[in-house]
Every structure is written in C-alpha cells, then in structure tokens.
C-alpha cells in the first residue's frame, strides 16, 4: 500500500474541482498504509470498506494472535510487532487513523469502475466519485468458498469464527483444512463443554502451519476434539449434518456449523473493470 501510493503520488494529479487524486478500495492493512501515504502526500482521495475498518483482520477470533514482520507506515514510521493480539492490532490502527483524520468510510461496497474523460467514474453503495486513480487493496480472502449443499440456508452455518465463547456447552462442526480452520477448532476446543468436530476432505492437514497441526495432533489426542480426515459433508439440518467420509454415510449431533474453506476472488468484478486474471496451477 505504501509503495503503490508512492507511485501514484509521483504521477500527475487531478485538475478538476470535483475529481479526486486516488479512491482505495479496502480498509486492511495495505488500505490503511495506503490512506496514511495518500495523507502524507497530500492528495485527495476517499477509502472505501464494504464491511469494517481492519479489513481480514478485524473478523479474526477475539483474542487471536497475529504474525507481524517489521514495517514502513507512512506518518507513523518503522512498526515492530511481532505477535500482536487482534484487538491491539486494530486498536493501533484505529488510533492511527484518529490522529491523522484519515478518510475512511466503512460498509461502502465498490460496486464499478468506469473510464472517464481524465480518470475513472467510482459507483459505491454510498455515492458516485470521480477519481484519477484507483488502487484495490482488496486483499485475497474474497467471497466466502460456500459448501453448496441441503441445509447450508440455515442461520447456524456461518464462514468464520469471531467469538468462541457462544459456541460454550454447543456441538459445533468446522469444515476446512488450513490455518483458519485448525485455529477455529482449537479456540472452540478450549470451551467448557464444546464438542467440536473437525472435518476436512485432504488426508492430512499439510497446508497448515506445522504448530498448528502439532497442537490439533495433541487436542485430538486427549480427547478435546474429534477429527474426520477424508470426508465432505453433505447435509445439514437443524439439530444433525451428515458427512461421508470415503464412500462412508454417517451423521452427528451439531448445534453450529462454522465453514473455513478460504475464499472465491472476485474474478467476475475485476474482468468487468478491466483488469485480466491469469491463474497460476502448481505441482504439490
């Protein structure tokens, strides 16, 4: 973000009254180093958030500790955490934004982006701007990866874990094989009373980091979780789901289904704008 506002501020700015220099499109951590280097270099420009300030970061579990390396701010200079709490870490940066009265609107969805005589005309769910650049901080966790299947309708199926504590005394189902999925069922693990299941089509958890696979070895272990390599679910319903796990139908009793199996890119929005995908395949 500060890199690419560095670019931008080195290239002509707006001439017209009615036409910012740069609209940023995320409130994340690139969007809001983004909007401190729009400020430090004086342009005119507008943040867009279509959900909450602290973009991926802000929808971690409460209490969640996050991997930080060093790094440039504009106007706040070299930062150095390296395990930082969620909360702090929002914290930090909403005092940031207070201090410097960065522009930032939240729950304001870019919905297109149209060329216009000297910039680009921005449609958002709270106005029309009109913009000389552009620049998406939109991150990759995109549009949450959906199961497609019976029952997933139902308001006790969710894509992401922000409090453990009022899944407490609940059966709660995970599905999903990476960092976020472990780290949901670890959390839920460690509430009195929980009994989690955790559900992964792979045979083994590869993708995620090895700490957190060694902690998951160890809750299985002692009995504080249940987990279903191979396996997919394939009905929900209000008190059950049923899973099959190799060829293999079975249900079991489920208050909560919390769905961790990363994102869909928004790759249909970005080709009506303009900007060409180009999809990497590599060999495990």
């Known amino acids: 973000g500060r890199q690419a506002m560095a670019a931008i501020a080195a290239r002509p700015r707006a001439t017209a009254p009615d036409m910012l220099d740069v609209v940023i499109v995320g409130a994340g951590p690139a969007g809001i180093s983004a909007s401190l280097g729009a400020k430090a270099h004086n342009l005119r420009y507008a943040t867009l958030e279509q959900e909450t300030f602290g973009g991926t970061v802000a929808h971690f579990p409460r209490g969640k500790l996050v991997m ?5 701010l504009p106007l706040a200079g070299r930062v150095f955490f390296k395990e930082i709490g969620k909360e702090a870490l929002i914290d930090f940066w909403r005092d940031l934004a207070n201090e410097h009265q960065l522009a930032i609107a939240e729950h304001a969805r870019l919905d297109m982006i149209r060329p216009v005589p000297g910039g680009y005309a921005v449609a958002t769910t709270r106005g029309a701007l009109k913009t000389r650049h552009v620049l998406l901080a939109i991150g990759r966790r995109g549009t949450p990866r959906r199961l497609d299947v019976p029952g997933e309708e139902l308001t006790k199926v969710v ?29 839920l693990a460690g509430q009195s009373g929980t009994t989690v299941t955790l559900s992964y089509r792979g045979e083994s958890f590869q993708r995620a980091k090895a700490r957190n696979r060694t902690a998951i070895a160890a809750a299985e272990r002692e009995r504080r979780l ?59």
Not at 68 to 72: F, I, L
Not at 231 to 260: H, M, P, Y
């Open 68 to 72: 930080t390396a060093p790094a440039e």
């Open 159 to 187: 894509y992401r874990l922000t409090d453990p504590e009022q899944y407490r005394g609940s059966h709660v189902l995970v599905v999903g094989g990476g960092d976020s999925a472990l780290e949901a069922a670890l959390n």
């Open 226 to 284: 249940h987990v279903v390599l191979g396996s997919e679910v394939k009905q929900i319903w209000q008190d059950g789901v049923t899973l099959d796990q190799r060829g293999r139908r079975f249900a079991i009793r489920n208050d909560a289904v919390i769905v961790c199996a990363g994102g869909l890119l928004p790759t249909g929005f970005l080709n009506r704008i303009g900007i060409a995908i180009e999809t990497k395949h590599g060999t495990a």
